[in-house]
Every structure is written in structure tokens, then in C-alpha cells.
């Protein structure tokens, strides 16, 4: 069996011509490469001025919607809370009242609903469980903020506006 000595090949480094020695070909490419990135169209977007535009697949901030009266079509399944991976949407369920019935097309509604926005991964199975289609991902960007407390939507950031306001 043969050593590893033997198996090893020797490197001979050649020697340097003039040219690769005051490395002036070299600086010349890199200044090269400079000037041409100098020259061409930046790509940065200028955030808070310019938006950019988003994939039809985008999944921004959760949102309630309403029905075509204006009332919250979520009906406290809970369906989405079962169906998220990071258990981020916690609901309280309630019934309604006995005179408010009439008004409302189900008897049970979301008391509480939250979303800690933390621990969202924005995959989307919330809004694909959901039977009465009342949740969806269609919103900007979760805004940065300092405290933990402020990451934890409540049914006043997630309901959408009534749409005769």
C-alpha cells in the first residue's frame, strides 16, 4: 500500500511575468468593471416614495372581510386557527344576543379574534380553511414596531372598513 506522501502532487508555482508583477492589468479590469456599474441605472427603490410591484402570489397583512351588508362574515369556526402551523391566530367564540338574531345571518361570531403576526409564517392555510371565505392575506407589509404587545392584531386592525364609510 502506498503512503499518502507519494500520492500527493506537488504544486510548482510558475514565475510572475512583468505585466502580473506591478499589477497594472489588473487594476486597470477592476476599474473597468467600476466605471461600468458607475454609469448604469441604480436599482434601488426609493421605499417610503416608490413602491414596488407585487406578484399576484403576494401574501401581505390578514384581513376580515364583510359580506354585502356590511356584517363580518367570520363565524368563529375556528377552522383557521386549527389549520395554522405556528398556532399565531387565537379566537374567542360567542353567541349572539336574543334581539340581535335577525340582524345577523349566524348565531355564533368571533368575540375575540387575534393574530400575533410574530409568529406567522404568512403561509396562506388560514385563508384556504376558511369555509365562509372571511380571511385573506391581501394587505401591505407588517409595519415595524418596538414592543411585542403592538405584533398582536386584534379585530380593530384586521376588520375591513363597512363599505358605505
Known amino acids: 500500500?502506498?503512503?499518502?506522501?507519494?500520492?500527493?502532487?506537488?504544486?510548482?508555482?510558475k514565475p510572475l511575468n512583468f505585466w502580473e508583477r506591478i499589477y497594472l492589468p489588473a487594476i486597470v479590469q477592476g476599474l473597468s468593471i467600476t466605471m461600468k456599474h458607475f454609469f448604469r441605472k441604480p436599482v434601488t427603490i426609493q421605499y417610503p416614495e416608490q413602491q414596488r410591484e407585487y406578484s399576484e402570489n403576494f401574501r401581505g397583512l390578514h384581513s376580515l372581510k364583510r359580506d354585502?351588508?356590511?356584517?363580518?362574515?367570520?363565524?368563529?369556526?375556528?377552522?383557521?386557527?386549527?389549520?395554522?402551523?405556528?398556532?399565531?391566530?387565537?379566537?374567542?367564540?360567542?353567541?349572539?344576543?336574543?334581539?340581535?338574531e335577525h340582524l345577523y345571518r349566524e348565531e355564533k361570531y368571533a368575540a375575540v379574534y387575534?393574530?400575533?403576526?410574530?409568529?406567522?409564517?404568512?403561509?396562506?392555510l388560514c385563508e384556504e380553511a376558511c369555509p365562509k371565505?372571511?380571511?385573506?392575506?391581501?394587505?401591505?407589509?407588517?409595519?415595524?414596531?418596538?414592543l411585542r404587545k403592538d405584533f398582536i392584531y386584534g379585530k380593530?386592525?384586521?376588520?375591513?372598513?363597512?363599505?358605505?364609510?
Open 114 to 124: 387575534e393574530i400575533n403576526m410574530l409568529r406567522c409564517i404568512f403561509c396562506g
Open 68 to 100: 354585502e351588508d356590511g356584517k363580518e362574515r367570520c363565524t368563529a369556526c375556528g377552522l383557521c386557527a386549527l389549520s395554522c402551523p405556528a398556532e399565531a391566530i387565537t379566537m374567542i367564540a360567542a353567541e349572539r344576543q336574543k334581539g340581535e
Open 133 to 146: 371565505e372571511a380571511i385573506y392575506l391581501d394587505g401591505p407589509h407588517v409595519t415595524s414596531d418596538y
Open 156 to 165: 380593530d386592525k384586521l376588520v375591513e372598513a363597512p363599505l358605505n364609510q
Open 1 to 13: 500500500m502506498e503512503s499518502l506522501s507519494n500520492k500527493r502532487k506537488v504544486l510548482v508555482s
